[in-house]
Structures are given as C-alpha cells and as structure tokens.
C-alpha cells in the first residue's frame, strides 16, 4: 500500500514537473537581435538555400574531377560451350594448337585522360562554379528577406502591443468619465441623455479594445511563424522603438549602393558568366575530341598469347584517341543559337533587376522621409490633444463642458496616441525597407 501511494506521487510530481517545463517554453523574451539569431537558426527556407549552395560546390568539385586522370577497373567471367580444339596431324598424330579452354577469366585496369576536349571540360567547371556564385548570392538573399520578413513581424507586435496599452488606457479613462457623470447626475448637474452618451462611448472603446487584444494574437502567432517556433509562444518584447534618426546619403549614392551590393544583381551577373561558359560548351561539338587512354590485362587465357594457355597472362596496350564530328545534321549550331538566347535573356534579367531595385530605393527612400515627417507632426498633435483632454476635463468636473466634448476631446487622444505609435514603428519599418533595398 506504502509502495503504491509513493509511486502515485512520483508520477504527479513528474507530470508536474512536465507541465512546468511545458509553461515555461511557452514564454520567451526576446530583443531584436536575439529574434534574429532565433529566426536563422529555425529557417526550413533558409536551410533549404544553404543545401543549394552545399550542392552547387559539390558540383564545381564533380566538373573539376572530370578534367583529371580517371583509373576504372573491370572483371569478367564467361563460360563457353565445348567445341573441338584447334589441332593438325603431325607424322605422329594429331598435334592440339587452340585448346578449347571453356573457363575465360579477364581483370582490365584503364587509364584515361582527356587532353582536348574543344573547350567542353573546362566549360563545364566555369558553368558549376558560376553557378555556384550565383547560388550562394540567392542564399544572401533569402538570409536578407528572412531577416527583414523578422523584424516586420517583430515590430507589428510591438505596434499591436503599444495601441492595445493605449485602449485599455482609454477604457479606465472613459470608465473615470463615466463615474464622475454619474456623480454630476446625482446632484443634478449633468443629464442622464449625458451620461447614456459617455456609457455609449465606453461599449465602442471596449468593442475596439477586443479588436486590439486580437491583433496582439494574430502578431504575435505571425512572428512565432517566421521564427519556426511554435505558435502557442508567448513572446515578450524587449527592446523598443526608440527615435534613433538616421541620416541616409543621397537618393543616387543609395542606389548606387545597391547597384554594388544586391546579392540578386550579383546573382545576375554570375549567371550571364555561366551562360557565357555556356555558349562555349555548346561549341565544343565542332573540334577534335583528343584523350590519352592505358590498357592493362589480366587474363585466363590471355587472347594476346598464342597459343593458348590456362592460365592468367598479363599484357598492356596504350595509344591516343582522336573524335571529330563530321556531320551532325547541324545539331552543334542548334545547341549554340540556344545557349546564344540563354545569354541573351541572362543580360536582360539584369537589366530588369537593376531597373527594379532603382525603383524600390527611391520609393523606400521617400517613405523614410515620409515616416520622419509623421513623427514630428504625430509627436505635437498628441501634446496638443493631451493639453486640450485635460482643460475639457477640468470643464466637465465643474460643469462647464458637455459630455459630447469630453468625447470628442479623448476621440482626439486616443487617435493622435494610435498615430504616433504608428508613426514610430512605421519608420522603423520604413528604415528596415530601405536598408533592406540597398543591400545591408
């Protein structure tokens, strides 16, 4: 009995135990930097890039293996059916000259070497290691987008956070309204037309107060995502969007920039490099194919040796290879227009990205000055709403101002303090943008 009531409580204390490690995974605080770290280190997206770029370098491995001395060995059995042996009469009798030997064992060792290839080798290895430059850039470009795609979602909680604390604060401030136009009513100074008005502001707030508590969810399941943890997390935020101005170069330097730093224009160009090397590879067909080859023989019978014995005889060949296609229906030129075309459409692709990344900094550009603008604009309105909320204020309490101007006045409040919220994080966003199209 004594037995059984302990392992009762050891299991309880285990699932406890369970639970609160449960818990506590659920919670995590977290700055910027460290939602970053977090983000690249879960990536699926991000890892699959990185098997790309591990693939692409096997491969310029593989091409580079090609162009080196190759050793390939080879056996063989074969079992013949019997014939009669090759012999002749002599003065004495039958002379054997080809046994019949039914049992044939061969071992060949071969060793090549491609001396000429028109080019194709060596187009190969240019193709696999501009191709892997390319690569590794799209890989610089997934960690880039990943890392903007974090601070996106980081800052849209911490935006959906900042206007939930500004309705909650307007629901206790308009439920205090409330309360003191309850008190006016009783010593008859206020209406009760004015204070169902003041209630009826109060349902709207906490209506809208719901809708902000469900933007702090949505957010923070989408920054949970981008992060590949799971969505159930409770996130703390710690750091905050504090007013660090930053004085960007000019409009053309940023572009300018870009133009040096885009990992896609770097991509771009690596793969104009490997349609080039493709060209090349493509006329490959129309020289002379020109390698060096070594035979090596172990066999039982050896066919070299005459005659024919049972038993294992070595011998050894070697000798140069000349391949030249003579007529190939025109194929060679075929494949060449193709690679032609490939090139051709490799030198647009970037021109179009270049054409797109200009446009895209200039208009992160302008929405940074944009952003500025807005907080300095944001940042007095709310000094004048917070200013004008507590004169209508004072009014109310001693009977001076209605109830409809004590709701315009927190209408006001409460929209400048959603502005200027918006205001800061939205040039926090709009930096990350910029900063994103220049290529940092």
């Known amino acids: 009995m004594y037995r059984s009531k302990r392992n009762v409580i050891f299991w309880i204390a285990i699932l406890l135990l369970f639970n609160f490690k449960i818990n506590a995974q659920e919670k995590l605080s977290l700055?910027?930097?460290?939602?970053?770290?977090?983000?690249?280190?879960?990536?699926?997206t991000l890892h699959s890039s990185l098997m790309k770029v591990k693939s692409a370098d096997a491969r310029i491995s593989e091409m580079n293996a090609m162009r080196l001395p190759s050793l390939k060995l080879s056996a063989n059995y074969r079992k013949l059916s019997s014939v009669e042996p090759f012999s002749i009469q002599g003065p004495t009798g039958p002379i054997t000259i080809a046994p019949s030997i039914l049992d044939n064992y061969t071992t060949m060792l071969t060793l090549s070497q491609p001396l000429f290839t028109g080019f194709r080798l060596l187009s190969n290895s240019n193709i696999a290691e501009y191709t892997a430059g390319s690569t590794n850039e799209e890989?610089?470009?997934?960690?880039?987008?990943?890392?903007?795609n974090i601070k996106n979602a980081y800052w849209s909680l911490f935006k959906a956070i900042q206007l939930q604390k500004v309705m909650d604060d307007n629901v206790l401030m308009v439920k205090a309204h409330v309360e003191d136009a309850k008190n006016l009513l009783k010593v008859g100074m206020m209406t009760q037309n004015d204070v169902l008005k003041l209630e009826v502001q109060l349902s709207?707030?906490?209506?809208?107060?719901?809708?902000?508590?469900?933007?702090?969810?949505?957010?923070?399941v989408a920054l949970n995502s981008v992060l590949s943890i799971p969505l159930t997390t409770n996130i703390e935020i710690l750091s905050s969007a504090n007013l660090t101005m930053v004085n960007y170069?000019?409009?053309?330097?940023?572009?300018?920039?870009?133009?040096?730093?885009?990992?896609?224009?770097?991509?771009?160009?690596?793969?104009?490099?490997?349609?080039?090397?493709?060209?090349?590879?493509?006329?490959?067909?129309?020289?002379?194919?020109?390698?060096?080859?070594?035979?090596?023989y172990y066999s039982r019978p050896n066919q070299r040796i005459f005659p024919s014995k049972d038993e294992f005889k070595?011998?050894?060949?070697?000798?140069?290879?000349?391949?030249?296609?003579?007529?190939?229906?025109?194929?060679?030129?075929?494949?060449?227009?193709?690679?032609?075309?490939?090139?051709?459409?490799?030198?647009?692709?970037?021109g179009i990205i270049k054409d797109n990344i200009t446009l895209e900094v200039t208009q992160n550009y302008l929405s940074v000055n944009q952003a500025k603008r807005k907080i300095d604009i944001s940042e007095l309105t709310v000094k004048q709403a917070t200013e004008n909320m507590r004169m209508t204020a004072d009014k109310f309490k001693?009977?001076?101002?209605?109830?409809?101007?004590v709701i315009d006045a927190e209408t006001s409040q409460s929209t400048a303090k959603i502005n200027y919220t918006n205001s800061i994080v939205d040039y926090e966003l709009a930096k990350a943008k910029l900063e994103k199209s220049i290529g940092k």
């Open 31 to 44: 700055t910027i930097e460290q939602a970053i770290e977090i983000g690249l280190q879960n990536s699926k």
């Open 249 to 296: 170069s000019e409009l053309n330097k940023l572009i300018g920039e870009a133009v040096e730093q885009r990992p896609e224009l770097k991509s771009a160009d690596y793969r104009i490099k490997a349609s080039e090397a493709g060209v090349t590879m493509a006329k490959s067909s129309w020289y002379p194919q020109i390698s060096l080859y070594g035979n090596y």
């Open 314 to 350: 070595d011998t050894w060949d070697a000798g140069v290879n000349l391949s030249l296609n003579v007529w190939d229906w025109l194929t060679t030129a075929h494949q060449t227009e193709q690679a032609q075309a490939t090139l051709a459409q490799a030198v647009d692709g970037l």
């Open 204 to 220: 709207d707030m906490m209506f809208k107060q719901v809708d902000a508590e469900n933007a702090v969810k949505l957010s923070a």
């Open 139 to 148: 890989f610089n470009k997934d960690k880039v987008e990943l890392i903007f």
């Open 398 to 405: 001693n009977g001076l101002a209605l109830s409809s101007d």
